[in-house]
């Protein structure tokens, strides 16, 4: 299947999908021409990490009509709203809220205290999806098992999945400091050494050399460049 009929596919179901979450919702006051929204919505503006589009005021992204005494408010569609700034990336394998159009379940779309405009913490959104657990209903998405802390016990049992530093990076260990959250070339999103922060091994394509990246470091084997990507970042700011 090209390209061109998968990104056709998909601009059809998040269509579909789009007038079904995006109908119009009743406003509780009339909103006229030169209401500020901001009066009543200054907590949807600020955060850490605030999403440009905002400055351009709320039409940008949500269509708002007065019907006699009543405003519904809604999202524009086009298909997706977030897809008329954001452009849309074809993977071989796709992460299914990426590929279906719901941003929102990751994102939030005004504000949020981490990078990106993520819901919170990385490991925990992922996990409410993709943990294992006798609370779990189940369902055909792929899940983990993991200690009772959440820290250790991917892709082994003794692996560390958080509370340690990213060996490459120096920031937490997470979820994506191994996978893709959009998509990518390998299952199950497995990042390719090319997409690895500071390539120290200069390998490209296996899982195995993505394994090696952190460990080499870890052993003492390849240097330890998260502290200079720190410093630079630290200076650039």
Known sequence: MTCQVLLALRIALITLLSAYLCHAAEHPTRVHENSNCRECHANQIEGKYVHPAIKQGCTVCHVIENKSETTYVSLKQSPSVCLACHQQEIFLYEHLPYSSGWCLRCHDPH????????????????LACHLNSPERVASRLPTIVLTVDRTMGHPDARHPVSGKPDALTGLELSCVSCHMPHGGAKRPLLKMGEQIPEDVLNQTTETNDMCRKCHMVLWGLAPDLSAKRKNKKGKEK
């Open 111 to 126: 504000a949020s205290g981490s990078p990106n405009l993520v819901r919170g913490n990385v490991n925990d959104l992922c």
